[in-house]
């Protein structure tokens, strides 16, 4: 497993490998890539170092979303060379180290590769929206128009001196009173950003009308390519005049228009947008419920066609997230679907009557699941524990099955959301916040807390899908603090301003304009595998999560050519009744117990012990376990329950560390066969 707190994603090796293979080539190359003049390889080497040390802080500091800046300052960079190598060579004879080709070629490869690895991110979809396609196409148009008529604007002129512009340079007008060398830099420079931005344009335009998700992710670098020819047009008329009036000849130059006018460009579009306060909802799903842009997997309730009547009325609002705006009108939707549930509602439930309804549902499902009492009682007296379980283990074996046919047995929600390896903080569990356009843009985690939030009696799962991708520190803190809090207590801060959807109005489950409540009838299952493409889980994960080990491939159930079962409602107040009543009514003192004290006093040499946190949920687990098993004071199901949660929250502490083998014949005296079984695969593995 990965256990270093600075692993670097593959985008970001990428990264590096770009600009180390950029730097190796121009120090090789030692200023001879361009036979022109050291300052355009003292400038070349600048950028490249300082891009190098950038880029390491934002990746080391976790600033991930400045990676893509600071990458593009290198892209930039690279490609310059590049097309400065090819026209420098091919064009005027240029001396070059055999190696320079190869470097900056191999540079150009790694880029591409890393481009379509980024693009080919689902997360890239989550921050694409329509408005801001529609803004990055309009500073694209602008930007590339500016470009291409800056070529014709009088690079330097005068009384004495016939007219130059850019077009003039690039065919290869030259100057007698110019410095040979210096002039053909200048005329490089112009070639160079030219042949750029002419490519990147051909680029854009087919992925705009062939694929708009790669579109408004290579815009970004286009833009940037635009920004650096204009640029570019500017200071190459300002050297041609500081070399020409070197040389006594008078003239002056309009090469620093396109930048005005791009400069005064961009403040308008800012202007504009800091007032669009207005944005049309078409009803076509591009803020729907389902995720990021697309939309549709939320609504989950209704008939398709009366879903797309009720969107085409939307009418115009004012809707700072529009994702909340849009579950918003779903109400109705989700109340209607709540009626038809309890229609279905499961009569006189008790636990024991739900363990052995989820197990024949298992069993008759269309995936014919074979779970056994044991994992049903586990997973339910998890649920009782925490609000966080963990489904660890081997791939294949059942993991993500399990809360997802639980919940289809009790026609509950179970929402699934794909951690990325990428992410480094909570923006990336909940969404972003654009002080720019003033909106807040949720991700689908968040989504699925609003829409539970407005279906509170509904029980929803939230499966986070191979957690362990990234660090669950970075990005599901705030959580992991809020387990310690009263149920009425755990609530999130989103963004720090206040959104309102219009005046006199608020988003419906967002308190003071941008605070959402955890729902109560929300748990957290992350499913977790145990291998090097993951990191290890922290105690603190641990200690706040039930954990359940799924290290066997469940045997098939026989087919015996039942019918599936049918789905009975379980409301989450039924549920949470179930919960306190067994609490109340299963005598069990944790602390007390003779099992536990034999336990604690076993593991003193092993500097393990357990604090309040882990007691209370032991009683709140074993409480529940028990009275799923339809009793209140066997033995039997007493010692099942101990088994289960000590190797969950105690004994698997041991994995790292030398364990005696008398320790495994205590706990077989014990009767916890689960511990035994772990501790003796720990002394073979010594």
Not at 63 to 69: A, E, G, I, P, S
Not at 179 to 193: D, G, H, V, Y
Not at 318 to 339: Q, S, T, W
Request: charged content about 20%; glycine content about 6%.
């Amino acid at each position: 497993m990965k256990k270093d707190k600075s692993s670097f994603s593959m985008s970001e090796r990428l990264s590096l490998a770009v600009i180390a293979l950029t730097v190796l080539s121009l120090f090789i190359n030692q200023g001879e890539l361009f036979s022109l003049s050291i300052y355009f390889y003292l400038s070349f080497i600048a950028i490249s170092v300082v891009s190098f040390f950038v880029l390491l802080y934002v990746i080391f500091t976790n600033h991930r979303y400045k990676h893509n800046f600071a990458f593009g300052i290198i892209i930039v960079n690279l490609l310059m060379m590049f097309v400065f190598y090819l026209v420098s060579t091919v064009a005027f004879d240029g001396v070059t180290h055999q190696y320079t080709l190869a470097f900056l070629i191999a540079g150009f490869a790694f880029f591409v590769v890393k481009f379509f690895a980024d693009i080919s991110r689902p997360s890239v979809a989550d921050k694409c929206t329509v408005r801001g396609s529609y803004d990055a196409i309009l500073v694209s148009f602008i930007s590339t128009t500016l470009a291409i008529i800056a070529l014709f604007i009088p690079m330097y002129f005068s009384n004495e001196v016939t007219n130059i512009n850019g077009i003039d340079v690039f065919l290869g007008t030259t100057n007698p009173d110019m410095p040979s060398a210096f002039e053909t830099a200048l005329r490089i420079t112009t070639m160079t950003t030219v042949i750029i931005t002419v490519i990147s344009f051909i680029v854009i335009s087919v992925l705009y009308f062939t694929n708009k998700k790669f579109f408004l992710k290579y815009n970004i670098y286009h833009i940037a390519f635009s920004f650096f020819t204009i640029f570019a047009y500017a200071v190459v008329g300002m050297c041609y005049v500081y070399a020409l009036r070197a040389n006594g000849v008078n003239v002056t130059t309009l090469a620093y228009i396109p930048l005005t006018l791009l400069l005064f460009a961009l403040v308008g579009i800012a202007v504009f947008k800091m007032h669009r306060k207005r944005i049309f909802v078409s009803g076509k799903g591009k803020f729907g419920a389902g995720g990021g842009t697309d939309g549709g997997g939320l609504g989950g309730d209704g008939e398709p066609g009366e879903e797309k009547e009720e969107k085409k009325k939307a009418p115009i609002v004012i809707d700072p997230i529009p994702a909340f705006g849009e579950l918003d009108r779903l109400v109705p939707k989700f109340n209607a679907a709540y009626e038809k549930r309890k229609s279905i509602s499961f009569p006189d439930l008790t636990l024991p009557k739900l363990v052995d309804h989820v197990i024949d549902y298992a069993r008759r499902s269309a995936k014919k699941l074979s779970y056994g009492p044991v994992d049903i009682k586990t997973f339910i007296a998890g649920l009782a524990a925490s609000r966080l379980s963990i489904l660890q283990g081997m791939s294949g074996t059942g993991k993500t099955s399990l809360p997802v046919v639980f919940m289809e047995a009790i026609e509950g929600t179970c929402d699934l959301v794909a951690v990325e390896s990428s992410w480094r903080d909570k923006n990336e569990l909940l969404g972003y916040f654009n002080e720019f356009s003033g909106k807040f843009t949720p991700k689908i985690f968040t989504q699925f807390l609003y829409k539970a939030a407005l279906n509170k009696e509904v029980p929803t799962f939230i499966i986070l899908d191979e957690m362990n991708l990234s660090r669950i520190e970075y990005y599901f803190s705030d959580f992991l603090s809020l387990m310690e809090a009263q149920e009425h207590q755990r609530f999130i801060k989103l963004f720090d301003v206040q959104l309102y959807p219009d005046k006199g109005l608020e988003y419906k489950m967002l308190r003071d304009g941008h605070t959402i409540d955890i729902p109560t009838n929300v748990w957290f299952i992350g499913t977790a595998n145990r291998d090097e493409s993951t990191f290890e889980i922290s105690d603190k994960v641990y200690d706040r999560a039930q954990t359940m080990n799924f290290d066997k491939r469940a045997k098939k159930p026989k087919d015996k050519g039942e019918k599936p079962l049918e789905e009975k409602f379980v409301a989450y107040s039924v549920i949470d009744k179930l919960f306190k009543e067994a609490e109340a009514t299963i005598q069990f003192n944790a602390e007390a117990d003779p099992t536990i004290k034999k336990i604690e006093e076993l593991l003193k040499p092993y500097q393990i012990s357990f604090g309040n946190r882990i007691l209370n949920q032991m009683e709140r687990f074993v409480k529940i376990y028990i009275a799923a098993s339809g009793t209140t004071t066997d033995d039997k199901f007493l010692t099942e329950a101990i088994d289960c949660i000590m190797l969950s929250k105690v004994i698997r502490k041991l994995e790292y560390k030398m364990v005696e083998k008398s320790l495994v014949d205590e706990f077989a005296a014990l009767n916890l066969p689960k511990c035994e079984e772990f501790l003796k695969m720990i002394t073979e593995r010594a």
